[in-house]
């Protein structure tokens, strides 16, 4: 039995900030942002949208009757979530009306928290054939104002349908996976920001994923050439490639490494103008790929490596599965990207600072910008207020 995607969704807020004006707001020379770091615009959440909206904003246009009648387990997720107990599965759940008999839970480890959902997806999907599961991958990232992981901030959302037989991408059965105990990047449970070792994070990202591949090619005596594309966890769109280029040096030939690059860069296209969107960055990237890689063909072999600091990296691949171009939104995803606003920098960093109340008090926010159709209404009694427009 095939296990994989079945339905992808992408949902971003409505607001992002041009990185070439937040380099000449903090002095520094715009290719820095654009080159160095392969970043143009930034996603920006404004109050009405968490991680909770935007990924029932991400699964909303994507579900159809039949699968909220098969969908029995939902897995979020998250390390920006919105409460230590209760979890974000369970206001999605509601907000996109799925049936009862589910189960829903939370899950957490740093960006690589929606790979752990589509693998425990895999094991239920194997028992329970007829089912579907819904895994959602939702952040806004966030290191601060005037900081150097400013740039590589992001708002948005991934929703995966997971079943037997599935329409996009059937996973394969070899997966390679390593776990360390670094302090990279962590968010302690006062903070709002990361804190975060910039460069010891890029070094320990590029040495997980040398040595995920290294195990996953004793595993299954795969190489360079059995894939048409690699798609990588992208905090910011450089990354992937500082982790690729010197494993395409030392074993591509001139063939692999013109098609693997190629690819590579198509599989950044969204998330240059979304930014980091941390659990679902490498569904982002995979997103891009498919949604804007023309030449791709039924049957190809597809890389995922995810990364999640802390930390897990995890190397597996899919199959493209015939016909998978007609079970995408390009259009609708195109028009996403396309009709957000602009704000300027003294906008973003007004937004970007605003608050929800945290001692109780009663608060009704303004959505009448906010074209998105589920939103955060406002807060009582310590309790988040959502709301499904449809
Ligand atoms: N034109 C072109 N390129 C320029 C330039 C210019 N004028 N000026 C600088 N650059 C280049 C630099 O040469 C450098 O390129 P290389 O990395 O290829 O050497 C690049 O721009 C970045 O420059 P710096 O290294 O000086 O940048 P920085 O010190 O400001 O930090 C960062 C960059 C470490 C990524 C920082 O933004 C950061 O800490 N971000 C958050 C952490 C992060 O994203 N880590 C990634 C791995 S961890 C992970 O993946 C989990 C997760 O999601 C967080």
């Not at 074993?251 to 690059?261: I, K, P, V, Y």
């Not at 195109?334 to 008090?361: K, N, W």
Request: glycine letters at 8%; proline letters at 3%; one cysteine or more.
């Amino acid at each position: 039995m095939k296990i994989g995607i079945d339905k992808i969704g992408f949902y971003t807020p409505h607001l992002y900030v041009d990185m070439k004006k937040l380099a000449v707001a903090r002095e520094i020379e715009p290719e820095k942002f654009t080159i160095g770091i392969g970043q143009e615009k930034m996603a920006l959440a404004p109050l009405t949208q968490d991680a909770v909206t935007l990924a029932a904003n991400a699964a909303l246009n994507i579900l159809d009757e039949k699968d909220k009648e098969k969908i029995d387990l939902v897995i979020f997720g998250t390390e920006s979530g919105i409460d230590h107990s209760k979890a974000a599965a369970i206001y999605v759940h509601h907000l996109l009306g799925l049936r009862s008999e589910a189960r829903a839970f939370e899950i957490k480890q740093a960006c690589y928290g929606a790979t752990a959902g589509i693998q425990m997806a895999k094991g239920h999907i194997a028992l329970n054939p007829e089912s579907k599961v819904l895994v959602l991958g939702s952040d806004i990232s966030r290191y601060g104002l005037n900081t150097s992981g400013e740039a590589t901030q992001g708002a948005g959302a991934v929703a995966l349908v997971i079943s037997a037989e599935p329409s996009i991408l059937a996973f394969e059965e070899q997966s390679a996976y390593v776990t360390a105990d670094i302090m990279d990047f962590w968010r302690p449970i006062y903070s709002e920001a990361a804190f975060v070792d910039g460069k010891f994070s890029n070094e320990q990202y590029i040495q997980f994923f040398a040595t995920a591949w290294a195990q996953y090619k004793a595993k299954t005596n795969l190489a360079l050439k059995d894939f048409e594309a690699i798609c990588f966890h992208l905090p910011y769109t450089k990354m992937g490639l500082k982790a690729l280029k010197p494993v395409l040096l030392e074993e591509g030939s001139a063939a692999d490494q013109e098609r693997l690059l190629a690819n590579y860069q198509v599989s950044t296209g969204y998330n240059r103008v979304v930014g980091n969107i941390y659990t679902g960055s490498l569904y982002l990237s995979l997103l891009s790929l498919l949604e804007q890689q023309e030449d791709l063909a039924d049957g190809e072999r597809i890389g995922l490596f995810s990364y999640g600091s802390g930390a897990v990296g995890e190397f597996f691949t899919g199959i493209l599965q015939p016909g998978f171009r007609s079970h995408l939104n390009v259009v609708q995803h195109m028009d996403l990207l396309s009709s957000r606003a602009e704000v300027s920098v003294a906008e973003y960093e007004a937004i970007f600072q605003q608050t929800l109340p945290i001692d109780g008090t009663t608060v009704e926010l303004d959505n009448t910008n906010d074209p998105a159709e589920i939103y955060l209404a406002g807060m009582t009694n310590n309790m988040r207020q959502y709301i499904n427009k449809q």
